[in-house]
């Protein structure tokens, strides 16, 4: 089932992408020989004749070439293995200038044959982000929690408080708190906050240095249910001989049962440093614990800042745009980390660990009903319909971004790039492209093993 789920997401953003390619070709009279969703060997085949629409079951790459009544029009397909789709062009990867070629055509028609794909992928990931807004509504950055003893009750900020900016950098959704301090790291400096409180802006400084105590467990904020999804090694949880998949029944004497509850109690709890009392669910049965926290010394915030927000339509398609624009900015980020090193091989997934982390996304959400499951699908395809064209633009050789390179640079000189050539560097593009694609794949299965 997960794999089918992520099959499906893959497919969808990757036809879209091609159907980019295949619009703006129709529209500046490239022949297009054949659109098709998925791949390998052809199920069904169909064209538009002069003698109306013709079918053909299981089409044979002979009897696609020389079907006479298909010559000079599109074939659709529906190939047998649902991964992606493709475009085909006369003369796009061949020495062809003949009337209807894709090298017939002029500078800016290439051009914007070739940046559609990348386009239509930023325009699914809006149009997917319109659905979830509409639906879960919009995650304001709005402090929903001041954290006892940390920086943010330090510094002045108070439930309610709407961040504006920090260090001058506008913040408009809740994510970009996190994404803001994973590209500019705290080091210690005093970090300007600025708020909206009661209409009025307010500008506070907030020293990110403080120290807490941990007991080492990780669950789901949004889930109902209290479930615990990862306890770190050496931790308190870990020494206790608490489990991953236990649940917590209560802290300290209270009861809790989604992690909202949970949250709140040990953001309490956890302050004072002292040992706490729970009682854990495991296998219908439950058992008591006492567990004493372990001293940390830190940066952060110290608040919660995300609050879902209802809003009206021009709202979610201003939001909407603002989301896109997040996962843009995200995928460049991450990019700039790779080369600079904070961020090594061991981070980047491929189909593999792609399909890993929508069947982690699916479990999580199952639970909760099948709308979540569905909004978290959404979340997903929008993440990866804008990495794959943040991706495709890159100045890489085979990638939709190299080709744009080889257009401007005809551009700009008056004359193309000996085609040959030009094919040449995206051939070897294209090997380097699979034997990375292989090591990716290596290492997610690697991760998953481990």
Not at 170 to 186: A, D, N, V
Request: aromatic share 10%.
């Amino acid at each position: 089932m997960n794999i089918l789920a992520a099959l499906l997401i893959f497919t969808v953003i990757v036809v879209v992408h091609e159907f980019g390619h295949f619009l703006l070709a129709k529209k500046n009279g490239v022949e297009v020989t054949e659109f098709s969703v998925g791949m390998g060997p052809r199920l069904v085949t169909a064209a538009k004749t002069k003698d109306g629409i013709k079918c053909k079951l299981f089409c044979s790459q002979k009897t696609f070439d020389s079907r006479e009544d298909w010559q000079g029009i599109t074939k659709y397909s529906w190939k047998l293995f649902p991964i992606g789709g493709s475009c085909a062009m006369v003369g796009e990867d061949m020495e062809d200038d003949s009337e209807g070629s894709f090298n017939s055509k002029g500078v800016w028609a290439r051009f914007s044959i070739i940046f559609a794909g990348p386009f239509f992928n930023f325009l699914l990931a809006f149009v997917f982000s319109v659905i979830i807004l509409g639906v879960a509504g919009v995650d304001l950055p709005r402090v929903t929690e001041v954290y006892s003893g940390q920086p943010g009750e330090a510094a002045g900020i108070k439930t309610g408080d709407l961040i504006k900016r920090i260090d001058g950098k506008k913040i408009s959704i809740g994510r970009e708190l996190t994404t803001h301090f994973q590209f500019h790291p705290m080091t210690g400096k005093d970090i300007q906050i600025v708020v909206e409180r009661d209409g009025e802006e307010k500008t506070l400084m907030l020293s990110p240095d403080y120290t807490t105590y941990l007991f080492g467990f990780t669950y789901s904020a949004n889930a109902l249910n209290t479930k615990i999804s990862e306890i770190s090694q050496d931790s308190a949880f870990a020494k206790a001989g608490i489990r991953e998949g236990d649940s917590i029944v209560s802290v300290n004497g209270t009861a809790v049962h989604t992690g909202e509850e949970l949250g709140h109690i040990m953001e309490q709890e956890k302050a004072s440093g002292q040992p706490v009392d729970f009682v854990i669910q495991r296998d219908g049965q439950e058992k008591s614990y006492t567990v004493a926290p372990v001293k940390y010394e830190g940066r952060g915030l110290g608040i919660a800042a995300l609050e879902k927000t209802k809003m009206g339509p021009l709202q979610i398609l201003k939001y909407s745009a603002i989301e896109v624009r997040f996962w843009i900015v995200s995928v460049l980020g991450s990019l700039g980390q790779l080369i600079s090193g904070q961020l090594t091989t061991n981070d980047i997934s491929g189909p593999v660990g792609i399909v890993d982390m929508v069947g982690g996304v699916i479990d999580e959400s199952a639970s909760q009903g099948a709308l979540p499951v569905f909004i978290n699908m959404l979340y997903m395809s929008v993440l990866l319909s804008a990495n794959l064209g943040v991706m495709n633009l890159l100045p890489l050789p085979a990638l939709d971004g190299g080709r744009l390179v080889f257009i401007l640079i005809e551009g700009i000189r008056g004359k193309a790039i000996d085609r040959e050539k030009e094919g040449f560097v995206h051939l070897i593009g294209f090997f380097l492209l699979m034997a990375l694609m292989v090591f990716v794949m290596y290492n997610d299965i690697i991760k998953i093993v481990r």
